[in-house]
């Protein structure tokens, strides 16, 4: 089983900028995508951002530009940088894991693992 624990959110100014981290506890999948999504309130858990063990990466409309998500093998962590963050970004960030040949990148359906979740808040 693969543990993800999320970490680097909190409050902060329309504008700023959060790197949200996602750290695995055990060895992560050969090959492998790694997610993040988010969730506001009375909403559903919305794709943002993946990563594939190619490198290859996807974003979703409303961040592309403006959020970056990275990796590092060695430490078995995945990274999303979010700048010039907006009100509506507001929303609890879950990074996720599953096998890259399985699925679409940006569904739920194709991630076996979850984190916890961090808190990111944006005032105006």
């Known amino acids: 089983q693969v543990q993800l624990v999320e970490s680097g959110g909190g409050l902060v100014q329309a504008g700023g900028s959060l790197r949200l981290s996602c750290a695995a506890s055990?060895?992560?999948?050969?090959?492998?995508?790694m997610g993040w999504f988010r969730q506001a309130p009375g909403k559903e858990r919305e794709f943002v951002a993946a990563i594939r063990w190619t490198g290859s990466a996807y974003y979703a409309d409303s961040v592309r530009g403006r959020f970056t998500i990275s990796k590092d093998n060695a430490k078995k962590t995945v990274f999303l940088q979010m700048n010039s963050l907006k009100p509506e970004d507001t929303a609890v960030y879950y990074c996720?894991?599953?096998?890259?040949?399985?699925?679409?990148?940006?569904?739920?359906?194709?991630?076996?693992?979850w984190g916890q979740g961090t808190q990111v808040a944006v005032s105006s």
């Open positions: 996720a894991v599953g096998p890259a040949y399985r699925g679409s990148d940006y569904d739920r359906s194709a991630y076996d693992y």
């Open positions: 055990a060895r992560t999948f050969s090959n492998y995508r």
